[in-house]
């Protein structure tokens, strides 16, 4: 069966700065890929090119019956609008031409209670909000995810429980997971290909193979040091 995404030769420039050059990699079924590397890499450009939402150079191949759902590092909207989520998740039911029913089944699949359905953006928690944003993100039933560093801004018990629930979404609806993350210990237990993006030659496996010491030293010019912890 043919990959779900295949990557051959491709280019992301701003002006005269080249951000991507010539990265091929592909992406089968059910997998979860962890994209990694310094500051400046170009993570969230790869994203958006694979979203088609930057001109690039190259070939991004998605196959047929890819629907995308994408959870941003940050949106731009001001979270101090009179905006609850209940508003947020249905105005993406109307893009999508959804029936407005649909909104809580999903919501209650990622645990937006409906108290929290009705609160203001501006009062949630981080991982509340991370929640709400998965929530739109799986609206439309994609089959692949594309998550921009999820975890940035939350603790690291929420940040585990958003990981379980990733886990658990992926399990259920057979899902392709696209993940930029900074954390090493969770990449090494979470993802079953690694993307590493420096400004060196980019390199792409398995977690024992590629989140070696040496390698990456090399990816982030300095020693890192990361623990592999386990779930049961």
């Known amino acids: 069966m043919a990959p779900i995404l295949s990557v051959r030769d491709l280019t992301v420039r701003f002006g005269e700065r080249t ?49 995308l759902g994408y959870v ?5 909207a001001d979270r101090q609008l009179p905006l609850d989520v ?3 998740l249905a105005a993406k039911a109307r893009l999508l031409k959804l029936p407005a029913q649909n909104v809580r089944p999903v919501a209650e699949r990622v645990g937006v209670t409906p108290e929290l359905l009705d ?9 509340e909000f991370q929640k709400a944003l998965i929530a739109f993100a799986l609206l439309g039933n994609p089959n692949v995810l594309l998550f921009d560093e999820p ?10 429980h958003i990981y379980d629930l990733l886990r658990d979404l992926q399990r259920q609806q057979h899902l392709t997971v696209l993940l930029v993350s900074h954390d090493l210990s969770v990449v090494y237990q979470f993802a079953t290909n690694v993307l590493c993006l420096s400004k060196g030659k980019p390199c792409f496996g398995p977690p024992t193979e590629i989140l070696t010491p040496q390698n990456l030293e ?15």
């Open 19 to 67: 951000i991507i050059q010539n990265l091929s990699f592909s992406v089968e079924r059910g997998e979860n890929v962890a994209i990694i590397g310094p500051n400046g890499a170009g993570k969230t450009v790869l994203l958006r090119a694979l979203l088609h939402l930057l001109p690039y150079e190259g070939v991004i191949e998605w196959a047929p019956e890819v629907k």
């Open 218 to 232: 090399a990816i982030y010019s300095a020693p890192v040091k990361f623990h592999q912890h386990h779930h049961d």
């Open 86 to 88: 209940n508003d947020l």
């Open 119 to 127: 609160s203001s953006v501006g009062v949630l928690s981080g991982g």
């Open 151 to 160: 975890m940035a801004s939350l603790d690291e018990l929420t940040e585990e």
């Open 72 to 76: 941003p590092q940050k949106i731009a």
